[in-house]
């Protein structure tokens, strides 16, 4: 497996407007303040695993200690996403 097979795909909620899985990283497309749309990409080998799922929101704990949150589409998929991380993983 490569490193540009996608493995999971949402279309996110709020400021998160797509939310992508790899299998070296997560990419995620941000709304900006005034419109505009950024990419901001976070690496698996900095993640070391998922804090928690509340609601459509997953934590996760990267090396840092600070949690990366990432708002999705509904719970279910907030649960898929997870899953995905674990095969990752």
């Known amino acids: 497996m490569d490193n540009n097979t996608l493995l999971f795909q949402d279309k996110g909620s709020g400021g998160f407007k797509d939310v992508k899985i ?16 950024h990419t901001e990409i976070v690496y698996l080998k900095d993640i070391t695993g998922v804090n928690r799922i509340k609601g459509r929101s997953v934590f996760l704990r990267n090396r840092l200690l600070t949690a990366c949150v990432f708002s999705l589409s509904s719970r279910s998929q ?3 996403f997870v899953n995905a991380l674990n095969m990752v993983m």
């Open 78 to 80: 907030a649960q898929e």
């Open 22 to 37: 790899y299998p070296n990283r997560i990419e995620v497309l941000k709304k900006g303040t005034f419109g505009g749309k």
